[in-house]
């Protein structure tokens, strides 16, 4: 009879101790796979002249105009550096990907901070369910409404964030290129979320890029701007060897 | 404690009554042609209003020390002249006063809308949208360019909806985010709202009026001081109701010409 | 004059069990109690959500503990965001004017004690009025439920303008919440059309022999003329919540016109007026806020003559006065709409009758005043309580004469200085009317007496507590302080943070002085001492029976009445008052043939 119930216990603790394990192991997140891809860099242009960036007056909110008064700020649909590179272009991969390449999701949490009343960065990269942060850094409330297409799969929000308050933290399910974000309070704020499945990268003040963690194969390449458009570019990527691609956009 | 009521009603009326007598919380000063009409009607009413106010919580007072606390059995009186000497004084009172108060204040209304803005007035057209006010003048050929609501872009700052390329009226049209006008001149406000209800206060200027979506509404008025002051928005519109604002820069006309020159640059 | 016995409201049987006797009853004085306790649910969670707000508006950066778990977007981290403070306004207005103030004055007060005060034994129809009221809790639970839905309640305001209140993408809380909030005012429209239905066919044909209709109490005229207005009243309110749900859900267009641009998108409806929901809300909105005053001018009309123990210098002319607000509180609706870009000269259209209006509003408290003199008062809490009401009613009355002019307008509109009115004459006068009421008929509706020392400290808290909160908003007002503002970050207003301090302070000290008045109603509920039947030595018919009254009011006793409602202090009489059903022989104090 001792016995019974002895085995009786093992078995039921024996038991419990798989599903703990179970649980457990399934809350660990899926690293990103050791960095055995390959990288693309490449610097994107633009041919032309930049079209005119209009200044914005912040004078609605004092905080704000104060931090710009010795340097303007423009909007900036189309940020073109001294040297013709072309700022804020979203480099991803269109095509070619593996289910498991495509799946992955970059496991960095990049913050979309509210600063001077503006956006920093204009254009973000992310995965569908990567976590990014909002935060701001501004004494003004800000009011950070992401707009993804209707009746898409990714759902419009529209919230506040006093100044001080928490980062808000968030994901998008599904693909999208691109999302514009607003800022209700104060309309010139705008930016961009872009996401793509897949390694991406955002060109800088200089038009330079780098996507990391490309497995070998061949692929199709996208690079997006605001309001250029996209180019596609095809690019075979080696084991070990950094790949490069160009990109040149016309300025309308 | 009626006596103690009594007390404390008198107390709580004369209380109330010193910030108004001591200018304590007044209107900030006027600075419109038209604005002297409406604080001389506040001052008008408050002084009438205040009389009657002070009048009613006193006698409540008198009334509730002298009869409560009586001794049992103690004579009940009736006011002399009873209702009807209170109907009666009630309706010439206040028939009076609504007479009064109502002719004299139809002239600070009539001279805001019943007149039509001077020929040589200035124009300005103002858009209130979710949660800032935005501005436009017509440029030297003084004219405003057609507006396309679907084509607002605040990204690219084009707030109105206009087509420079398509509309020639347009391409000379000014948008900015502060008013500036020139002191003494009459300007033609010009009004419309880009999504939901917004108000346009200006304290200073005495002047307010609702945007109501679907109607163009006009305002005129003449600023006569310089200074900067805040326009607010007084219809409650959304979440950034509380920072909708911008600012009226009353200018000389120097001043605001060489302003507009470079708001000109700017576009 | 109808004879009772003839009427439908008869029920031969007392109810039996549990459910039928508390819950699902037919009884219109547990109908009253389930009003009183919903209108006393709601006020404290409006009263909740006004120290949430004036809490935010002085120390925006406090997080409150634990209102994150209401709303972690609304409130992250305990600090109220802007949307959040507009969401917490407009279920405060919502609930306060339509759950408090149309709720316990007229269906609370008036369900317990019409049928009483008329010599009746029930409502004309007690299936209505049962019904009435479970259709209003319903109202009651849709509106509670925006709290809990996605991005919470709406943040239109109580008055829920289109298109902000039609268009579901202008703001945080403007779709599921406002629709639910549509949807639940819509239901309490039809709670009060059949409650309105209920008092006026028992008051015209349920009165008992000699109960004519010169001869009801002064309350029960005050809920008869508010539920003929309410009639009219809803009756627009109801469409118009349907058309702006249509508008909302369905693709119409009653309110939102063309060419409109929300967030870069542009907005599929056009043809529709939002002056058209302004003059249906209105149309209703006006007529709403006497149908929260009314009732309680007549409470408190009836308690002050019970504690002046003479009669009223003319209970005719406070009927008039009734009867003539009543009927010009359909006529002024335009007050709330002169800068909205009607037609200017329409405002002073209905400038005049706002003017005019203060007429018999004026009569009403220099009656109330004249009575005072030479009588013999009685200073109870409930008379206290009224006679505050007199001082309140002026004090909001007053502040109405500035705003009725449009030219004032111009620079008072959307200030403080309106929120301090409405708030003086709803939110302290109504609310004193009530506070009267319930120490004045606890006793009868409960049997037992509430707790006098607790219920005068109760009233010097909250009469001085609310003047130190109302009346510095007319300050405010005075110097421009826009209202509906969740924060102050300007240069203009900031300058006023040190009074927005004081008020709220004595806005939360005044809230917790209210926790005495709930303590002294829930314990004398079970622990007071018993009530005698006419403990007030009052005159009308609900101090004819015993406290509380049988189910059927009267133990099969129909009273039958002599003598007008406030026989106090008549000289010949045998003892200081002459119940109204009492046979005895009396000089009236009025003469029939004159006119007051």
Redesign the interface.
Known sequence: MKKQIWYRGLAIFSAALTLIFVFVMSQREVKAAPASGASITGTIKLEGTAPHQ????????PACAAVHKASPVT?E?VVAGSGGGLKNVVVYISEGLSGSAENEVASSKPVWDQKGCQYIPHVMGLNPNQHFEVTNSDP??H?IHPMPKPGGPNHEWNK?QPSGAPPIDNTWQAPEVAI?V?C?????M?GYMVVVKGPYGVSDDSGSFKIENVPPGSYMLTAWQE?LGTQTQKITVAAGKPATADFTFKAK | ??KL?AV??VV?AIA?AV??VAH?????ADISTHGY??DE??SD??V??GI??LA??I??GV??W?????K?G??????PG???G??G???V???L??LI??AF?????AT???TAPAADALPVQVQA?????YFRYPGPDGKFGPLH??T??????N?F?LDVDADKDSKDDIV???MGVPINKEIHLLMHA????H?F?V?EL??????????D?SLHFTATKVGRY?I?C??????????????LNVMSQPDYDAWIKQQAT?? | MHDVSTNAAHHHVAPQGFLRKNVFSVDHKVIGKQYYGLGLLAVLIGMGLSWLMRIHLVWPNFGIPGLQWLSSSGAPAGVI???YY?QLMTMHGTLMVFFVLTNVPFAGFGNYFLPIQIGAEDMAFPRFNMMSFWVTFVGFCVLVAAFFVGDGPP???W?A????SA?PG???GQATGQTLWAVSIAIFCVGQLLGSLNFITTTLDLRTKGMTLMRMPLCTWAWFITSCIGLLAFAVLLPACILLILDRVAGTSFF?????????Q??NHSG????LWQHLFWFFGHPEVYIAILPAAGIVSHILVNSY??PL??HK?IIYCMVAIGFLSYMVWGHHMF???MN?FS??VF??PT??I??PA??L???W???????????NSAS?FA?GF??MF??GG??G??LA????D??L???YFVVGHFHMVMGVAAIFGMFAGTYFWAPKMFGRMMNETLG?IHFWGT??GT?CIF?PFH??G???N???????????MAPLIP?HKFITIAALCTGAVQLIFLYNLIYSRFKGAPAPENPWQGTSLEWATSSPPPWDNFGGKTPVVYHDPYQY?I?GASGDFVMQNSPEQIPTAREDKKL?
Not at chain 1, 54 to 61: A, F, G, Y
Not at chain 2, 74 to 79: H, I, L, P, Q
Not at chain 2, 206 to 215: A, E, K, T
């Open positions: 209009r200044p914005i007056d912040m004078s609605k909110e909007t649909n003004t409330s009011n506040s514009h607003k209700n309070i104060h309309p010139w705008s309001t | 404690m009626g009521l404390t009603l709580i109330s910030p108004i304590i919380w007044v209107p900030p009409q409406i009607q506040l009413t408050m009438e209003a009657c106010f009613a919580q006698v409540l009334f509730i002298m009869f409560s606390g009586r049992p103690a004579r009940v009186r009736t006011f009873g209702a009807k209170l109907v004084a009630a309706f009172l206040v028939g006063e609504v108060l109502g204040g139809k002239k600070a209304w805001i809308y019943f949208g979710q949660f800032a006010f609501p679907e607002i872009n605040e990204a690219n700052q707030i909806g900015t985010a502060e880009k999504d939901v209800g108000s206060y304290r005495r002047i307010q009026q609702d945007f109501v979506p679907g109607l509404l805040e607010v007084t219809q409650l519109c959304g979440l950034g109701h509380y920072n909708m604002k911008a600012y700017m576009q | 965001t802007p949307e507009l943040l239109s305001g008055t303008y289109a298109p902000l268009i202008t703001g945080p939102v016109p063309s060419n409109l641009v929300v967030s870069d542009p907005v529709g007026s939002p002056l123990r003479r210098l003319s002319v800068l909205s870009g200017p405002a002073l400038s005049f003017l005019i203060t007429i004026t009569i408290v220099l009656i005043i004249g009575s005072l003199y030479g009588s013999n008062l009685q200073i206290l006679l007199i001082s002026v004090s007053v502040s004469f500035f002019q449009p030219s004032i111009v620079y509109h959307g200030t005068k009469f001085v003047y009346m300050y405010l005075l110097v421009g826009v209202r509906r503002y969740s924060s102050f970050v300007d240069d203009f009074v202090g000289e007051i």
